[in-house]
């Protein structure tokens, strides 16, 4: 069984952006270096790795870029640029891919923010230049924010997105109906694809079961399909409910349950195929 998992994080646990890591989260309160994931991913047989951004600043894209440079096992960086300065945010990322080969993606971290935020015209017009750089959007938003994704979707055809975090519905609440319609009413776009990943920290973190986590998977199946889903763990956010071996194997038991489903593309190749191709061409 091959795996690639397309969402992880490395940090220095220091200063205002790690402020959200607060002394009842104190698993996770520390720093995570590449030597940490590596062991950990070596340990669950883990092939390849996507190392996604954490702080909402070029440097530490430049950062991770420089030590995926030196790493065999992470093969891409999904890394931050100011995309609300619009066009002029195609400059920030046409430097950063004449420095590094290894950037395949931006995201800006949208959770949070207003959802009107997403169909700003400055905004769309930076989104807009993270694809005609050839990169992919990864949409890090919440369930509120699925219907205006969906119309800056619209106007981005020619470009790949990946919708984190199957757009964090909250399940210890039990948040589902209005989640599952506006996810499909995403996918039903071509150029939209969906991580299984952060799912164990939507959920109670003391207390989830596999069994109020799997419609959640199921619905992602049946909106985007076999071929436009794909793994991450979201390690290290992951250790607030689950161990690395916990996550995949909820995971790959999910799988066995639907052995119609390639497991194989869920968990290696469709992940392959978005970030390594680009980077070859």
Known sequence: MRIFDSHNHIWRCEGEHFAWI??????????????????????????????????PEIWETRELLD?????????????????????????????????????????YMSQGLPPEHLMESQFVEGVKQVGNEGLIYELLITTAQL???????????????????????????????????DLHTLAAYPNVHCKL????TEADFASWNASEITPYMDAVLSAFGENRVIYGSDYPVCLLAASYPQVLTLVTNWLNDNPEVSADKILYSNAEALYLNPLTK
């Not at 590596?38 to 390849?48: C, G, Q, T, Y």
């Not at 960086?77 to 950063?96: C, F, H, P, R, Y």
């Not at 990943?197 to 164990?200: E, L, N, T």
């Open 22 to 55: 607060t002394d009842d989260l104190k698993v996770i309160k520390r720093d995570f270096s590449i030597s940490d994931l590596e062991s950990v991913l070596a340990d669950n047989k883990v092939e390849k790795s996507v190392l996604v951004q954490a702080v």
């Open 67 to 107: 030590i995926a440079e030196a790493s065999d096992t992470v093969v891409g960086v999904i890394g931050w640029v100011d995309v609300t300065k619009g066009n002029q945010v195609g400059e920030d990322i046409a430097s950063l891919k004449q420095s590094y080969s290894k950037l395949c993606g931006i995201r």
């Open 147 to 181: 219907q205006q994704a969906t119309k800056l979707v619209s106007q981005c055809p020619d470009m790949t997105f990946i919708v984190e975090h199957i757009a964090k519905p909250a399940i210890r609440d039990g948040e589902f109906e209005q989640w599952s319609d």
């Open 197 to 200: 990943s952060g799912i164990v």
